[in-house]
Protein backbone atom coordinates (compact mmCIF):
# COMPACT_ATOMS: atom_id res chain seq x y z
CA UNK A 1 0.00 0.00 0.00
CA UNK A 2 1.70 3.19 -1.44
CA UNK A 3 1.24 6.11 1.85
CA UNK A 4 2.42 9.81 2.21
CA UNK A 5 2.41 10.93 5.46
CA UNK A 6 2.87 14.42 6.45
CA UNK A 7 4.27 15.64 9.57
CA UNK A 8 5.79 18.67 11.45
CA UNK A 9 3.11 21.60 10.73
CA UNK A 10 1.73 23.96 13.48
CA UNK A 11 1.39 27.08 14.45
CA UNK A 12 4.87 29.79 14.27
CA UNK A 13 5.28 33.34 14.20
CA UNK A 14 6.06 35.63 11.40
CA UNK A 15 9.83 35.47 10.88
CA UNK A 16 9.91 31.90 12.24
CA UNK A 17 10.51 28.33 10.82
CA UNK A 18 8.92 24.98 10.74
CA UNK A 19 10.02 21.55 9.48
CA UNK A 20 7.78 19.93 7.11
CA UNK A 21 8.59 15.77 6.72
CA UNK A 22 7.03 13.79 4.22
CA UNK A 23 7.33 10.14 4.92
CA UNK A 24 6.86 7.17 2.15
CA UNK A 25 6.34 3.75 1.72
CA UNK A 26 5.25 1.29 -0.48
CA UNK A 27 6.80 2.03 -3.69
CA UNK A 28 10.57 2.78 -4.97
CA UNK A 29 10.98 5.89 -3.65
CA UNK A 30 14.56 6.41 -5.03
CA UNK A 31 12.46 7.10 -8.34
CA UNK A 32 10.64 9.24 -7.33
CA UNK A 33 10.08 13.05 -8.10
CA UNK A 34 8.75 14.06 -4.78
CA UNK A 35 6.58 17.46 -4.43
CA UNK A 36 4.86 19.87 -2.08
CA UNK A 37 2.14 21.76 -2.79
CA UNK A 38 0.17 23.86 -0.02
CA UNK A 39 -3.66 25.08 -0.50
CA UNK A 40 -5.35 27.78 1.12
CA UNK A 41 -8.82 28.38 2.21
CA UNK A 42 -10.79 29.36 -1.24
CA UNK A 43 -7.76 29.01 -3.18
CA UNK A 44 -6.37 26.90 -5.47
CA UNK A 45 -3.46 24.15 -4.58
CA UNK A 46 -0.32 25.22 -5.73
CA UNK A 47 3.41 23.86 -6.05
CA UNK A 48 5.89 24.88 -2.80
CA UNK A 49 9.16 22.83 -4.76
CA UNK A 50 9.83 19.57 -5.88
CA UNK A 51 12.88 17.38 -5.67
CA UNK A 52 13.80 14.45 -8.53
CA UNK A 53 14.96 11.16 -7.43
CA UNK A 54 18.47 10.51 -8.98
CA UNK A 55 20.20 13.65 -9.42
CA UNK A 56 17.81 15.67 -6.32
CA UNK A 57 17.39 18.62 -8.72
CA UNK A 58 15.15 21.04 -6.94
CA UNK A 59 12.44 23.94 -7.66
CA UNK A 60 10.68 26.11 -5.98
CA UNK A 61 8.04 28.49 -5.99
CA UNK A 62 9.14 32.23 -7.00
CA UNK A 63 7.65 33.43 -3.51
CA UNK A 64 9.65 30.54 -1.52
CA UNK A 65 12.79 30.98 -3.06
CA UNK A 66 15.34 31.74 -0.22
CA UNK A 67 13.10 30.77 2.73
CA UNK A 68 12.49 27.45 1.64
CA UNK A 69 14.32 24.60 1.45
CA UNK A 70 13.64 20.82 -0.19
CA UNK A 71 16.18 17.90 0.95
CA UNK A 72 15.23 14.14 0.52
CA UNK A 73 16.96 11.25 2.52
CA UNK A 74 16.54 8.28 0.12
CA UNK A 75 17.63 6.17 3.03
CA UNK A 76 14.37 6.82 5.49
CA UNK A 77 12.30 7.32 2.75
CA UNK A 78 12.03 10.92 3.45
CA UNK A 79 11.58 14.57 2.16
CA UNK A 80 12.34 17.62 4.50
CA UNK A 81 10.82 20.79 3.61
CA UNK A 82 12.67 23.34 6.33
CA UNK A 83 10.67 26.64 5.83
CA UNK A 84 11.89 29.72 7.15
CA UNK A 85 11.44 33.59 7.79
CA UNK A 86 7.30 32.17 7.72
CA UNK A 87 5.31 34.90 6.35
CA UNK A 88 1.09 35.04 6.81
CA UNK A 89 0.31 34.57 3.51
CA UNK A 90 2.35 30.86 3.53
CA UNK A 91 -0.41 29.99 5.91
CA UNK A 92 -1.94 26.87 4.24
CA UNK A 93 -2.90 22.91 4.06
CA UNK A 94 0.81 21.50 2.82
CA UNK A 95 1.12 18.51 1.12
CA UNK A 96 3.55 16.20 -0.22
CA UNK A 97 2.89 13.91 -3.52
CA UNK A 98 4.99 11.52 -5.93
CA UNK A 99 5.24 11.28 -9.54
CA UNK A 100 7.57 8.68 -11.38
CA UNK A 101 8.56 10.96 -14.28
CA UNK A 102 11.17 13.59 -14.56
CA UNK A 103 10.63 16.60 -16.23
CA UNK A 104 6.77 18.48 -17.43
CA UNK A 105 5.54 21.08 -15.28
CA UNK A 106 6.00 20.23 -11.63
CA UNK A 107 3.70 22.49 -10.40
CA UNK A 108 1.00 20.74 -12.53
CA UNK A 109 -1.09 18.57 -9.49
CA UNK A 110 -2.10 16.31 -12.46
CA UNK A 111 1.23 14.86 -12.84
CA UNK A 112 1.42 13.57 -9.44
CA UNK A 113 0.52 9.44 -8.33
CA UNK A 114 0.04 9.62 -5.05
CA UNK A 115 -0.92 12.39 -2.17
CA UNK A 116 -0.89 12.84 1.27
CA UNK A 117 -3.18 13.96 3.92
CA UNK A 118 -1.93 17.46 4.25
CA UNK A 119 -0.74 19.30 6.96
CA UNK A 120 -1.48 22.60 8.66
CA UNK A 121 0.99 25.52 8.73
CA UNK A 122 -0.43 28.27 10.64
CA UNK A 123 1.47 31.23 10.64
CA UNK A 124 0.62 34.58 13.01
CA UNK A 125 1.62 38.09 12.29
Known amino acids: EVQLVESGGGLAQAGGSLRLSCAAS????????IGWFRQAPGKEREGVSCIYGGDNTTYYKYSVKGRFTISRDDAKNTVYLQMNSLKPEDTAVYYC??????????????????WGQGTQVTVSS
Open 26 to 33: GFTFDDYT
Open 97 to 114: AARHSHGGFWPNTDEYDF
